[in-house]
Structure formats: C-alpha cells, structure tokens
C-alpha cells in the first residue's frame, strides 16, 4: 500500500525556517516525481515544487523560488521541503504528492502556521 | 501560466441525482486534464486523468469527458459518500494549475 507521511510543520515566526519531510513507504520511492501541494485554510490547491526520480531537476512556482528547496534521499524513501524566508501568506497544509504531471496519491498533510 | 476555471462553485443536489461540473481552461491544454474529490479534513483523492480515464478503484459512475478548453465531470447518481468538494487541474505544463473548487452539498 502506498503511504506518505509528512512531518515538520508547525508555527514559525515571519521571517523564520521550517522543513519539512514526507515518508514514502509501499512502493519504488526512486522511480516516481514527487510534488509539494498546499492549501490555505479554507482555500485551494496551489502546486509548489517538484523534484524528478534522481532529484537532478527541480521547478518551482514564481511565489516560493529562491526561498523554498525541494531535495530527496532515495536511500532515506523521504522528500523534504526547506522553506526559508516564510510569509504568512505561507501559511497552509503542507501536502506532498506523488507524481509527474498530476497527482496519484498523497499524503495526510501538515500545517505550516507563519505568524507572530 | 494556465488558468482553470471551474462552475459551479458550489452545487447542490440529491442522493441519485446527475451531475455536472465543469472546467475551462484558459488555453487549449488537449486532454491534460485530471479531477481530484476531497472531503473535509482529507487529502484530495485522483478520481480521472487524461479528461476522461478512470482510476483504478473509482465507481463507474463517474466520467469525465472534454478536450482543448472546455472539460466535464459527471456523477450519474449521486451517493452519500460523493458530497464533497471537486478540483480540476491541468497536467499539460508548469505550473500545474488547479480549478477552485466545486463544493458538492446534500440538498
């Protein structure tokens, strides 16, 4: 069965560091493209990044480039997400997913709260 | 960047009844798309892809259909357990775009 855990959100300060992790479990983690996903409360599914099987191509949208990294350790089976510089406008549920061009399975998703 | 708009926003309707939910996009996009259906608290689940594809699992009577701007998601009788909210998103380029939602309420 695959399964995907995230972990690391929390509540930051603006201006602060968070990074998250996904735990992929039940299948070939080294074989798929892997996303990131959010949703502010009560709004919609906004792509963030994504990261290809090996990790040597990563794309991200305009609003996180230059303050999020997406990296994966195939060895480890786990996806991170290294967001610096956060706004509140960051804040929301954490979602990794995986993939290439759409989004077959994801996991529970974690909370990323920027406020002060 | 391509974007997709969904209608209704919200919608509601019966325990056996059809509906339709639909996506434009704001280019051609073929049949790059895909439907996903979240509940409350839940991460969205991959219902269709290539507009018109059934994943594995999914109860045949959803269908989608549609290709170039315009796409549709159908429920031919509706059941308690497809009230929810339905996203459209285009997988033809990056960004990878989503709708805004369709909430789907009991009526």
């Known amino acids: 069965e695959v399964q995907l855990v995230e972990s690391g959100g929390g509540l930051v300060q603006p201006g602060g560091s968070l990074r998250l992790s996904c735990a992929a479990s039940?299948?070939?983690?080294?074989?798929?493209?892997m996303h990131w996903v959010r949703q502010a409360p009560g709004k919609g599914l906004v792509w963030v990044s994504l990261?290809?099987?090996?990790?040597?191509?990563?794309i991200y949208a305009d609003s996180v480039k230059g303050r999020f990294t997406v990296s994966r350790d195939n060895a480890k089976n786990t996806l991170y997400l290294q967001m610096s510089s956060l706004r509140a406008e960051d804040t929301a549920v954490y979602y990794c997913?995986?993939?290439?061009?759409?989004?077959?399975?994801w996991g529970q998703g974690t909370l990323v709260t920027v406020s002060s | 960047d391509i974007q997709m708009t969904q209608s209704p926003s919200s919608l509601s309707a019966s325990v056996g009844d059809k509906v339709t939910i639909t996506c434009r996009a704001s280019?051609?996009?073929?049949?790059?798309v895909v439907w996903y259906q979240q509940k409350p608290g839940k991460a969205p689940k991959f219902l269709i892809y290539?507009?018109?594809t059934l994943q594995s699992g999914v109860p045949s009577r959803f269908s989608g259909s549609g290709s170039g701007t315009e796409f549709t998601l159908t429920i031919s009788s509706l059941q308690p357990e497809d009230f929810a909210i339905y996203f459209c998103?285009?997988?033809?380029?990056?960004?990878?775009?989503f709708g805004q939602g369709t909430k789907l309420e009991i009526k």
């Open positions: 997913a995986r993939g290439k061009t759409s989004f077959d399975y």
């Open positions: 039940g299948f070939t983690f080294s074989s798929f493209g």
């Open positions: 990261i290809n099987n090996d990790g040597s191509t990563t």
């Open positions: 280019q051609s996009i073929s049949s790059y």
């Open positions: 290539d507009a018109s």
């Open positions: 998103q285009q997988s033809y380029s990056n960004p990878y775009t």
